[in-house]
């Protein structure tokens, strides 16, 4: 599986926007990418996931160049309640189609007033 | 529609008792995972049920910790006996088979053996 690489921390301000890159050099053509979000005291929280170019959902943005090296997390105006671990995953759904989710340890992101 | 559900919550345990968590998974998925962070380190994945059978069991770390899931529905995962190093938080994660990538996690036991 792709070992994914993400800043240890970032900091931001309530009504910004937030940009978290991961960088993923040994993706496989199988493997898509995935991003959790985790608060304090609670599991991972599906946000988004992508194979190429760009999605978008309530949530966020995720944004995939074209040689998939790398991918960057969007969060639009930013709130204090956005504060969380945010997690970069890639892999492949394994056969009989489930995925192995393989954690790093994530982006501490914390917002400011 | 409710989510993924856990317990305990909390469990406090002395070394060489037996501890069972629980997991119950959202109605209709099949998929059921169980993952664990011990203590400064990364979610780590445990295992994984299709309905009542263990399709992976690699991250299991060894043969104190037994899981289950009884008729596809909820699942439990025994230590027995508990050690130090089994301090940690245990998660549930329930998926359907069309969206293998959108696991819905539970709040978590977290686990102290003292």
């Known amino acids: 599986l792709a070992k994914t690489t993400q800043p240890i921390s970032m900091d931001s301000y309530e009504g910004q926007e937030v940009n978290i890159t991961c960088s993923h050099n040994?993706?496989?053509?199988?493997?898509?990418i995935t991003w959790y979000q985790q608060f304090p005291s609670q599991g991972p929280r599906f946000i988004i996931q992508?194979?190429?170019t760009k999605v978008t959902n309530e949530v966020a943005s995720l944004f995939i160049p074209a040689d998939r090296k790398s991918s960057t997390l969007s969060l639009p105006r930013v709130s204090l309640s956005d504060t969380a671990v945010y997690y970069c995953l890639v892999g492949a759904a394994l056969s009989g189609g489930y995925n192995k989710l393989i954690f790093g340890a994530g982006t501490r992101l914390a917002v400011h007033p | 529609e409710a989510g993924v559900t856990q317990f305990p919550s909390h469990s406090v345990i002395e070394k060489g008792q037996t501890v069972t968590l629980r997991c119950d998974p959202i109605?209709?998925?099949?998929?059921l995972y169980w993952y664990r962070r011990v203590m400064g380190k990364e979610i780590k994945f445990l295992l994984h049920f299709v309905k009542e059978s263990k399709q992976d069991e690699s991250g299991m770390p060894n043969n104190r910790f037994l899981a289950e899931r009884t008729g596809g529905t909820y699942s439990t995962l025994k230590v027995q006996p508990a050690e130090l190093e089994d301090s940690g938080v245990y998660f549930c994660?329930?998926?359907?088979?069309?969206?293998?990538?959108?696991?819905?996690f539970g709040p978590g036991t977290r686990l102290t053996v003292t």
């Open positions: 109605s209709g998925h099949d998929n």
């Open positions: 040994n993706i496989a053509t199988n493997d898509y």
């Open positions: 992508g194979y190429k």
């Open positions: 994660a329930s998926s359907q088979e069309t969206f293998p990538y959108e696991q819905y």
